[in-house]
Protein backbone atom coordinates (compact mmCIF):
# COMPACT_ATOMS: atom_id res chain seq x y z
CA UNK A 1 0.00 0.00 0.00
CA UNK A 2 1.64 3.06 -1.11
CA UNK A 3 0.57 5.77 1.62
CA UNK A 4 2.33 8.64 -0.81
CA UNK A 5 -1.41 9.95 -0.98
CA UNK A 6 -1.56 10.83 2.33
CA UNK A 7 0.05 13.87 3.80
CA UNK A 8 1.89 13.74 6.86
CA UNK A 9 -0.87 15.69 8.50
CA UNK A 10 -3.40 13.21 7.59
CA UNK A 11 -1.07 10.21 8.68
CA UNK A 12 -0.74 12.37 12.69
CA UNK A 13 -4.63 12.42 12.30
CA UNK A 14 -4.90 8.65 11.96
CA UNK A 15 -2.73 8.20 15.03
CA UNK A 16 -4.62 10.76 16.92
CA UNK A 17 -7.42 9.25 16.74
CA UNK A 18 -8.53 8.47 20.27
CA UNK A 19 -11.47 6.36 19.32
CA UNK A 20 -14.21 7.73 21.37
CA UNK A 21 -17.00 7.08 18.90
CA UNK A 22 -17.97 10.55 18.92
CA UNK A 23 -18.88 10.77 15.10
CA UNK A 24 -20.55 7.22 15.43
CA UNK A 25 -23.70 9.66 16.51
CA UNK A 26 -23.38 12.07 13.61
CA UNK A 27 -22.28 9.85 10.50
CA UNK A 28 -25.63 8.77 8.79
CA UNK A 29 -23.98 5.64 6.94
CA UNK A 30 -23.69 4.13 10.87
CA UNK A 31 -26.94 4.95 11.69
CA UNK A 32 -28.46 3.00 8.81
CA UNK A 33 -26.17 0.45 8.62
CA UNK A 34 -24.88 0.15 12.25
CA UNK A 35 -21.37 -2.07 11.23
CA UNK A 36 -18.59 -1.31 13.42
CA UNK A 37 -16.30 -0.93 9.84
CA UNK A 38 -18.87 1.13 7.71
CA UNK A 39 -18.14 4.45 9.87
CA UNK A 40 -15.59 6.74 10.44
CA UNK A 41 -13.98 5.04 13.26
CA UNK A 42 -14.19 1.88 11.75
CA UNK A 43 -12.30 3.25 8.56
CA UNK A 44 -9.76 4.81 10.27
CA UNK A 45 -8.77 1.91 12.70
CA UNK A 46 -8.75 -0.34 9.34
CA UNK A 47 -5.95 2.21 7.76
CA UNK A 48 -4.01 2.11 11.30
CA UNK A 49 -3.86 -2.03 11.05
CA UNK A 50 -2.63 -1.67 7.54
CA UNK A 51 0.10 0.49 8.54
CA UNK A 52 1.14 -0.75 11.15
CA UNK A 53 0.93 -4.48 8.91
CA UNK A 54 3.03 -2.69 6.42
CA UNK A 55 5.07 0.03 8.84
CA UNK A 56 5.21 -1.22 12.32
CA UNK A 57 7.87 -2.57 14.85
CA UNK A 58 6.99 -7.03 13.71
CA UNK A 59 6.78 -5.29 9.69
CA UNK A 60 10.44 -3.83 10.21
CA UNK A 61 11.69 -7.42 12.36
CA UNK A 62 9.59 -9.67 10.02
CA UNK A 63 9.13 -8.04 6.88
CA UNK A 64 5.53 -6.40 5.59
CA UNK A 65 2.07 -8.17 5.94
CA UNK A 66 1.00 -8.40 2.55
CA UNK A 67 -2.76 -7.29 2.42
CA UNK A 68 -5.10 -9.58 1.49
CA UNK A 69 -7.70 -9.37 -1.47
CA UNK A 70 -10.19 -10.01 1.05
CA UNK A 71 -9.02 -6.91 3.28
CA UNK A 72 -8.73 -4.65 0.25
CA UNK A 73 -12.20 -5.21 -0.65
CA UNK A 74 -13.77 -4.20 2.71
CA UNK A 75 -11.89 -1.89 3.48
CA UNK A 76 -12.93 -0.49 -0.16
CA UNK A 77 -16.61 -0.98 1.08
CA UNK A 78 -16.22 0.53 3.61
CA UNK A 79 -14.19 3.63 2.41
CA UNK A 80 -16.99 4.27 -0.83
CA UNK A 81 -19.82 3.45 1.50
CA UNK A 82 -20.31 7.68 2.55
CA UNK A 83 -21.70 10.59 0.75
CA UNK A 84 -19.16 12.76 1.86
CA UNK A 85 -21.37 14.84 4.17
CA UNK A 86 -18.26 15.71 6.35
CA UNK A 87 -20.71 15.21 9.89
CA UNK A 88 -17.70 13.26 11.26
CA UNK A 89 -15.08 15.69 10.77
CA UNK A 90 -16.99 18.69 12.18
CA UNK A 91 -18.02 16.61 15.39
CA UNK A 92 -14.58 15.11 16.23
CA UNK A 93 -12.98 16.44 19.55
CA UNK A 94 -9.60 15.60 17.85
CA UNK A 95 -10.77 17.87 14.51
CA UNK A 96 -9.66 15.09 12.11
CA UNK A 97 -10.68 16.23 8.42
CA UNK A 98 -12.17 13.21 7.93
CA UNK A 99 -13.51 14.67 4.57
CA UNK A 100 -10.18 15.19 2.96
CA UNK A 101 -9.14 11.90 4.72
CA UNK A 102 -11.65 9.57 2.63
CA UNK A 103 -10.63 11.30 -0.38
CA UNK A 104 -7.08 10.59 0.35
CA UNK A 105 -8.23 7.04 1.05
CA UNK A 106 -9.83 6.60 -2.12
CA UNK A 107 -6.71 7.64 -3.92
CA UNK A 108 -4.98 4.73 -2.98
CA UNK A 109 -7.70 2.51 -3.45
CA UNK A 110 -7.88 3.59 -6.97
CA UNK A 111 -4.02 2.88 -7.04
CA UNK A 112 -4.48 -0.23 -5.49
CA UNK A 113 -7.79 -1.32 -8.23
CA UNK A 114 -9.59 -1.61 -5.62
CA UNK A 115 -12.95 0.66 -6.19
CA UNK A 116 -16.47 -0.12 -7.19
CA UNK A 117 -16.71 -1.11 -10.85
CA UNK A 118 -19.81 1.11 -12.10
CA UNK A 119 -17.73 4.43 -11.22
CA UNK A 120 -15.44 3.12 -14.26
CA UNK A 121 -18.51 4.45 -16.54
CA UNK A 122 -18.95 7.57 -15.22
CA UNK A 123 -14.50 8.45 -15.30
CA UNK A 124 -14.90 7.32 -18.72
CA UNK A 125 -17.44 9.91 -19.79
CA UNK A 126 -15.62 12.51 -17.93
CA UNK A 127 -12.05 11.88 -19.47
CA UNK A 128 -13.68 11.32 -23.39
CA UNK A 129 -16.87 13.33 -23.30
CA UNK A 130 -16.41 16.13 -20.39
CA UNK A 131 -19.38 15.29 -18.79
CA UNK A 132 -20.92 12.72 -16.09
CA UNK A 133 -23.55 11.51 -18.45
CA UNK A 134 -21.72 10.62 -21.37
CA UNK A 135 -23.76 12.44 -23.90
CA UNK A 136 -22.43 15.04 -26.51
CA UNK A 137 -20.47 17.80 -24.57
CA UNK A 138 -22.14 20.35 -27.28
CA UNK A 139 -26.00 19.30 -25.94
CA UNK A 140 -25.06 21.02 -22.52
CA UNK A 141 -27.45 23.84 -23.04
CA UNK A 142 -30.26 21.70 -24.93
CA UNK A 143 -32.30 23.06 -21.86
CA UNK A 144 -32.18 26.20 -23.49
CA UNK A 145 -34.85 24.93 -25.99
CA UNK A 146 -37.59 25.11 -23.60
CA UNK A 147 -38.01 28.77 -23.08
CA UNK A 148 -39.38 31.74 -24.89
CA UNK A 149 -38.36 34.65 -25.99
CA UNK A 150 -34.21 34.24 -26.19
CA UNK A 151 -31.79 36.73 -27.17
CA UNK A 152 -30.14 35.88 -30.63
CA UNK A 153 -26.68 35.22 -28.88
CA UNK A 154 -29.05 32.17 -26.33
CA UNK A 155 -26.59 33.34 -23.43
CA UNK A 156 -23.58 32.37 -25.26
CA UNK A 157 -21.72 35.31 -25.80
CA UNK A 158 -18.08 36.03 -27.10
CA UNK A 159 -17.69 38.35 -24.24
CA UNK A 160 -18.90 39.08 -20.58
CA UNK A 161 -18.37 40.31 -17.15
CA UNK A 162 -19.71 37.19 -15.59
CA UNK A 163 -19.61 33.12 -16.14
CA UNK A 164 -22.53 31.01 -15.33
CA UNK A 165 -21.19 28.13 -14.56
CA UNK A 166 -23.97 25.33 -14.99
CA UNK A 167 -22.51 22.03 -14.02
CA UNK A 168 -23.38 18.77 -15.57
CA UNK A 169 -26.05 17.92 -13.75
CA UNK A 170 -28.63 20.86 -14.45
CA UNK A 171 -27.31 20.31 -17.94
CA UNK A 172 -28.24 16.76 -18.45
CA UNK A 173 -30.86 16.17 -16.12
CA UNK A 174 -34.16 17.39 -17.00
CA UNK A 175 -35.70 17.17 -13.29
CA UNK A 176 -32.90 19.78 -12.60
CA UNK A 177 -33.42 21.95 -15.77
CA UNK A 178 -35.53 24.17 -13.87
CA UNK A 179 -32.80 25.71 -12.28
CA UNK A 180 -30.28 27.75 -14.67
CA UNK A 181 -33.54 28.41 -16.50
CA UNK A 182 -34.48 30.49 -13.57
CA UNK A 183 -31.27 31.44 -12.53
CA UNK A 184 -30.91 33.12 -16.34
CA UNK A 185 -34.27 34.92 -16.51
CA UNK A 186 -33.02 36.55 -12.96
CA UNK A 187 -29.96 37.68 -14.41
CA UNK A 188 -31.56 38.57 -17.43
CA UNK A 189 -34.08 40.67 -15.76
CA UNK A 190 -31.26 42.25 -13.80
CA UNK A 191 -29.43 43.00 -17.22
CA UNK A 192 -26.18 41.37 -15.81
CA UNK A 193 -23.59 41.06 -17.98
CA UNK A 194 -23.41 37.03 -18.13
CA UNK A 195 -22.68 34.61 -20.68
CA UNK A 196 -22.62 30.49 -20.53
CA UNK A 197 -20.17 28.18 -21.79
CA UNK A 198 -22.09 26.24 -23.75
CA UNK A 199 -20.19 23.03 -25.25
CA UNK A 200 -17.01 24.96 -23.86
CA UNK A 201 -18.00 23.99 -20.28
CA UNK A 202 -16.25 21.02 -19.14
CA UNK A 203 -17.24 18.66 -16.42
CA UNK A 204 -15.71 20.83 -12.63
CA UNK A 205 -14.17 17.18 -12.16
CA UNK A 206 -15.82 16.84 -8.51
CA UNK A 207 -16.88 13.09 -9.15
CA UNK A 208 -13.76 12.21 -10.00
CA UNK A 209 -12.05 14.17 -7.13
CA UNK A 210 -14.97 12.11 -4.85
CA UNK A 211 -14.23 9.12 -6.53
CA UNK A 212 -10.15 8.72 -5.73
CA UNK A 213 -8.90 10.45 -9.24
CA UNK A 214 -7.82 13.31 -8.42
CA UNK A 215 -4.92 13.30 -10.49
CA UNK A 216 -6.87 13.32 -13.62
CA UNK A 217 -8.78 16.49 -13.48
CA UNK A 218 -5.87 19.01 -13.97
CA UNK A 219 -6.63 18.80 -17.58
CA UNK A 220 -10.66 19.76 -17.10
CA UNK A 221 -9.11 22.39 -14.49
CA UNK A 222 -6.83 24.20 -17.65
CA UNK A 223 -9.71 24.01 -20.02
CA UNK A 224 -12.62 25.36 -17.87
CA UNK A 225 -10.16 28.31 -16.19
CA UNK A 226 -9.17 29.31 -20.28
CA UNK A 227 -13.05 28.77 -21.37
CA UNK A 228 -14.03 31.55 -18.39
CA UNK A 229 -10.88 34.10 -19.24
CA UNK A 230 -11.41 33.90 -22.85
CA UNK A 231 -14.89 35.69 -22.16
CA UNK A 232 -12.92 38.29 -20.34
CA UNK A 233 -15.13 37.43 -17.24
CA UNK A 234 -13.46 38.05 -13.83
CA UNK A 235 -16.38 36.36 -11.84
CA UNK A 236 -17.93 33.45 -12.58
CA UNK A 237 -21.56 32.14 -10.70
CA UNK A 238 -22.22 28.50 -9.48
CA UNK A 239 -25.69 26.70 -9.05
CA UNK A 240 -23.76 23.78 -8.51
CA UNK A 241 -22.64 23.69 -4.65
CA UNK A 242 -19.97 20.86 -5.82
CA UNK A 243 -18.85 22.46 -9.07
CA UNK A 244 -18.62 25.86 -6.08
CA UNK A 245 -16.33 24.22 -4.17
CA UNK A 246 -14.09 22.19 -6.54
CA UNK A 247 -13.68 25.83 -8.35
CA UNK A 248 -12.67 27.13 -4.76
CA UNK A 249 -10.16 24.24 -3.47
CA UNK A 250 -8.81 22.50 -6.79
CA UNK A 251 -8.58 25.67 -9.02
CA UNK A 252 -5.53 27.57 -8.56
CA UNK A 253 -7.61 31.17 -10.11
CA UNK A 254 -7.93 34.69 -9.76
CA UNK A 255 -11.33 34.55 -10.41
CA UNK A 256 -13.76 35.67 -8.17
CA UNK A 257 -16.37 32.65 -7.32
CA UNK A 258 -19.83 33.18 -6.10
CA UNK A 259 -22.13 30.32 -5.75
CA UNK A 260 -25.85 31.42 -6.77
CA UNK A 261 -27.21 32.14 -3.37
CA UNK A 262 -24.18 34.49 -2.07
CA UNK A 263 -24.56 36.32 -6.12
CA UNK A 264 -28.27 36.68 -5.17
CA UNK A 265 -27.99 38.27 -1.88
CA UNK A 266 -25.40 40.66 -3.91
CA UNK A 267 -28.16 41.84 -5.64
CA UNK A 268 -30.65 42.10 -2.96
CA UNK A 269 -28.47 44.32 -0.56
CA UNK A 270 -27.56 46.45 -3.76
CA UNK A 271 -31.42 46.98 -3.67
CA UNK A 272 -31.71 45.57 -6.96
CA UNK A 273 -34.16 42.58 -6.14
CA UNK A 274 -37.10 43.46 -4.81
CA UNK A 275 -40.12 40.80 -3.63
CA UNK A 276 -43.44 40.68 -3.42
CA UNK A 277 -45.81 39.85 -0.67
CA UNK A 278 -46.05 36.02 -0.25
CA UNK A 279 -47.87 33.48 2.06
CA UNK A 280 -45.49 30.40 2.52
CA UNK A 281 -44.19 28.04 5.34
CA UNK A 282 -40.92 26.77 4.04
CA UNK A 283 -37.92 24.85 5.16
CA UNK A 284 -34.54 25.03 3.89
CA UNK A 285 -32.30 22.05 3.03
CA UNK A 286 -28.45 22.97 3.65
CA UNK A 287 -26.35 20.87 1.02
CA UNK A 288 -23.30 19.36 2.41
CA UNK A 289 -20.90 21.19 -0.32
CA UNK A 290 -22.46 24.85 0.09
CA UNK A 291 -22.80 24.17 4.27
CA UNK A 292 -20.28 21.56 5.82
CA UNK A 293 -17.52 22.01 2.97
CA UNK A 294 -17.86 25.89 2.06
CA UNK A 295 -19.06 27.36 5.03
CA UNK A 296 -22.20 29.10 3.24
CA UNK A 297 -25.51 28.77 5.70
CA UNK A 298 -26.26 32.55 5.79
CA UNK A 299 -26.85 33.74 2.51
CA UNK A 300 -30.26 31.45 1.72
CA UNK A 301 -31.17 32.33 5.05
CA UNK A 302 -30.47 35.75 4.46
CA UNK A 303 -32.73 35.46 1.01
CA UNK A 304 -35.90 33.96 2.16
CA UNK A 305 -35.66 36.47 5.28
CA UNK A 306 -35.90 39.06 2.56
CA UNK A 307 -39.09 37.92 1.22
CA UNK A 308 -41.98 39.33 3.19
CA UNK A 309 -44.29 37.11 4.08
CA UNK A 310 -42.62 34.02 3.28
CA UNK A 311 -41.99 31.99 7.20
CA UNK A 312 -38.84 30.10 7.36
CA UNK A 313 -39.09 26.83 9.62
CA UNK A 314 -35.82 25.31 10.33
CA UNK A 315 -34.94 21.38 9.68
CA UNK A 316 -34.18 19.82 13.97
CA UNK A 317 -31.06 19.04 12.09
CA UNK A 318 -30.18 22.32 10.00
CA UNK A 319 -27.10 24.69 9.46
CA UNK A 320 -23.90 22.57 10.28
CA UNK A 321 -25.98 20.10 11.77
CA UNK A 322 -28.30 19.59 8.26
CA UNK A 323 -27.95 15.57 7.21
CA UNK A 324 -27.17 15.01 4.05
CA UNK A 325 -30.59 13.55 1.59
CA UNK A 326 -28.43 10.84 0.55
CA UNK A 327 -27.01 12.12 -2.56
CA UNK A 328 -23.58 13.14 -1.51
CA UNK A 329 -20.39 11.04 -2.15
CA UNK A 330 -21.54 9.15 -5.34
CA UNK A 331 -23.53 6.39 -2.85
CA UNK A 332 -26.33 6.91 -5.83
CA UNK A 333 -23.91 4.68 -8.07
CA UNK A 334 -21.82 2.66 -5.22
CA UNK A 335 -25.42 1.98 -2.72
CA UNK A 336 -28.44 3.76 -4.26
CA UNK A 337 -30.56 1.80 -1.61
CA UNK A 338 -28.48 3.20 1.07
CA UNK A 339 -28.66 6.63 -0.84
CA UNK A 340 -32.26 6.30 -0.55
CA UNK A 341 -32.60 5.27 2.57
CA UNK A 342 -30.92 8.53 3.62
CA UNK A 343 -33.50 10.29 1.32
CA UNK A 344 -36.06 8.83 3.14
CA UNK A 345 -34.76 10.09 6.71
CA UNK A 346 -34.58 13.35 5.39
CA UNK A 347 -38.26 13.25 3.49
CA UNK A 348 -39.53 12.16 7.33
CA UNK A 349 -37.69 15.38 8.95
CA UNK A 350 -39.13 17.58 5.86
CA UNK A 351 -42.60 16.82 7.06
CA UNK A 352 -42.43 17.58 10.70
CA UNK A 353 -41.56 20.89 10.27
CA UNK A 354 -45.20 21.50 8.50
CA UNK A 355 -43.75 23.64 5.37
CA UNK A 356 -45.60 23.94 2.53
CA UNK A 357 -42.50 23.76 0.80
CA UNK A 358 -38.44 22.13 1.09
CA UNK A 359 -35.59 25.20 -0.80
CA UNK A 360 -32.64 24.03 -0.96
CA UNK A 361 -29.71 24.96 -3.19
CA UNK A 362 -28.01 22.31 -5.15
CA UNK A 363 -30.03 20.39 -7.97
CA UNK A 364 -28.30 17.14 -6.51
CA UNK A 365 -30.56 17.70 -3.15
CA UNK A 366 -33.72 18.40 -5.64
CA UNK A 367 -33.22 15.40 -7.54
CA UNK A 368 -32.82 12.84 -4.81
CA UNK A 369 -35.55 14.38 -2.11
CA UNK A 370 -37.81 14.84 -5.41
CA UNK A 371 -37.54 11.48 -7.10
CA UNK A 372 -37.81 9.78 -3.68
CA UNK A 373 -40.58 11.81 -2.34
CA UNK A 374 -42.30 10.35 -5.48
CA UNK A 375 -41.32 6.96 -4.91
CA UNK A 376 -43.08 7.30 -1.62
CA UNK A 377 -45.70 8.62 -2.97
CA UNK A 378 -45.39 11.99 -0.95
CA UNK A 379 -46.42 15.05 -2.50
CA UNK A 380 -43.22 17.07 -1.46
CA UNK A 381 -43.21 20.46 -2.87
CA UNK A 382 -39.42 21.01 -3.46
CA UNK A 383 -37.90 23.68 -4.89
CA UNK A 384 -34.06 25.68 -5.87
CA UNK A 385 -33.38 28.79 -4.65
CA UNK A 386 -33.14 30.77 -7.95
CA UNK A 387 -36.83 28.71 -8.98
CA UNK A 388 -38.18 30.02 -5.51
CA UNK A 389 -36.78 33.83 -6.14
CA UNK A 390 -37.56 34.12 -9.38
CA UNK A 391 -41.36 33.05 -8.31
CA UNK A 392 -41.20 35.98 -5.64
CA UNK A 393 -39.72 38.71 -7.33
CA UNK A 394 -42.04 42.05 -8.04
S1 LIG B 1 -14.70 11.38 16.74
FE1 LIG B 1 -12.61 11.60 15.92
S2 LIG B 1 -11.27 10.76 17.53
FE2 LIG B 1 -13.35 10.06 18.00
S3 LIG B 1 -13.49 8.01 17.01
FE3 LIG B 1 -14.30 9.52 15.55
S4 LIG B 1 -12.53 10.05 14.26
FE4 LIG B 1 -11.70 9.06 16.12
S1 LIG C 1 -18.39 11.95 5.77
FE1 LIG C 1 -20.51 11.60 6.53
S2 LIG C 1 -21.08 9.58 5.71
FE2 LIG C 1 -18.84 9.76 5.49
S3 LIG C 1 -18.01 8.79 7.35
FE3 LIG C 1 -18.22 10.99 7.80
S4 LIG C 1 -20.25 11.24 8.74
FE4 LIG C 1 -20.20 9.20 7.76
Known sequence: MDLSKLSPKQLLEIDACTRCGECLRFCPIYSQKGEEGINPRGKIQAIKKFIRAQYGLLAKLFGPRKLSEEDLKKFSEMVYRCTLCGECGLQCPVS??????????????????????NIELMKNNVLSKYNISGEDNALRVEWLEAMEGLPDHQYQKEKAEVVFFVGCVSSY??????????????????????TLLGGAEWCCGFPLIGAGFKKEVQKLIRHNIEGVKEKGADSVIFSCPSCYHTWHED????????????????????GRISFKEGRVKVT?????????????YEAPRAILRAMPGVELVELPNHAEKCKCCGGGGLLEMVDPELGAA????????????????????????????????RRMKIPLKTSYITEFVLKQMA
Open 342 to 373: LAREKIKEIQGTGAELVVTSCQQCVRTILSTS
Open 96 to 117: IDSRSLWLALKEVLVDLGHYPK
Open 173 to 194: YPMAHKIPQSFIRILDRLKIDF
Open 251 to 270: YKTDLKLFDSTQFILKLIQE
Open 284 to 296: YHDPCDLGRASGI
